[in-house]
């Protein structure tokens, strides 16, 4: 049971390029997340899909668009990276009602914008 | 609006000395509330949670009890191991449809030696 699978894993970037972060849950879960992970600021949510065909922004969605490709499937897309963009991106799953109250977490992508 | 604080770290421990992590929050309802650790290289994963004042959580050792009249969920272990050595975070949603709709505290690192 794989869980929830990020690609890529690392990946560097050059300011102004584009690229996607995709994401899949084998879990059957209806809602999924992305976040971003910095130093000294914990985990910030940048957009999320609560059921598929819906998405809402987060905290922090200047610069990222997302798509909820279907109900595995959730990627984040950045169109014109920048430096301030350098973090650790997280994808999360999670289900519903009050027995299932956790969310499940990919291992991560480290992406650094030069 | 809602926030979680934790206490900055890192934190070094000895083997089997006893571990106390503080975490206080705000928030506009009643919050279910989560303790998420993060070993190294890995995404965070459910350590324990507590959906309603009063409740205990607890997990390999772990306890946090859900206190509304200080809003505080202070994680414990009594005696720590090397294996425990990872970043902590605090967390709470205000949602029961979307668990990974989270806000967390900025991450404690904590250190155990031998």
């Known amino acids: 049971n794989a869980g929830v699978t990020q690609t890529p894993k690392f990946q560097v970037l050059k300011t102004g390029q584009s690229m996607t972060l995709q994401c899949a849950q084998d879990?059957?879960?209806?809602?999924m997340y992305w976040y971003r992970q910095d130093p000294g600021m914990g985990l910030r949510l940048i957009y999320y899909?609560?059921?598929?065909?819906?998405?809402d922004k987060g905290e922090v969605p200047n610069g990222y668009n997302v798509s909820r490709l279907n109900k595995r499937e959730f990627s984040l897309r950045l169109e014109s990276a920048a430096p301030s963009q350098t973090s650790v991106y997280f994808c999360?799953?999670?289900?519903?009602?009050?027995?299932?109250?956790?969310?499940?977490f990919g291992q991560g992508t480290r992406l650094t914008v030069v | 609006g809602d926030s979680v604080t934790q206490m900055e770290g890192p934190v070094t421990l000895s083997e089997e000395a006893f571990l106390t992590i503080n975490c206080t929050y705000t928030?506009?309802?009643?919050?279910?509330l989560f303790w998420y650790v993060q070993y190294p290289g890995e995404g965070l994963q459910l350590l324990l949670k507590?959906?309603?004042?009063?409740d205990k959580g607890s997990n390999k050792g772990f306890e946090a009890t859900y206190r509304k009249e200080t809003t505080s969920f202070h994680l414990e272990k009594g005696s720590v191991q090397v294996s425990d050595s990872a970043v902590y975070f605090c967390?709470?949603?205000?949602?029961?449809?979307?668990?990974?709709?989270?806000?967390f505290g900025a991450g404690t690192q904590v250190v155990v030696t031998p």
């Open positions: 999360a799953s999670s289900d519903r009602g009050q027995g299932k109250a956790q969310a499940f």
């Open positions: 879990m059957n879960h209806n809602s």
């Open positions: 899909s609560a059921s598929e065909g819906t998405t």
């Open positions: 928030a506009t309802g009643y919050p279910s």
């Open positions: 507590a959906t309603k004042a009063d």
């Open positions: 967390a709470l949603t205000l949602t029961t449809d979307s668990w990974g709709k989270l806000q």
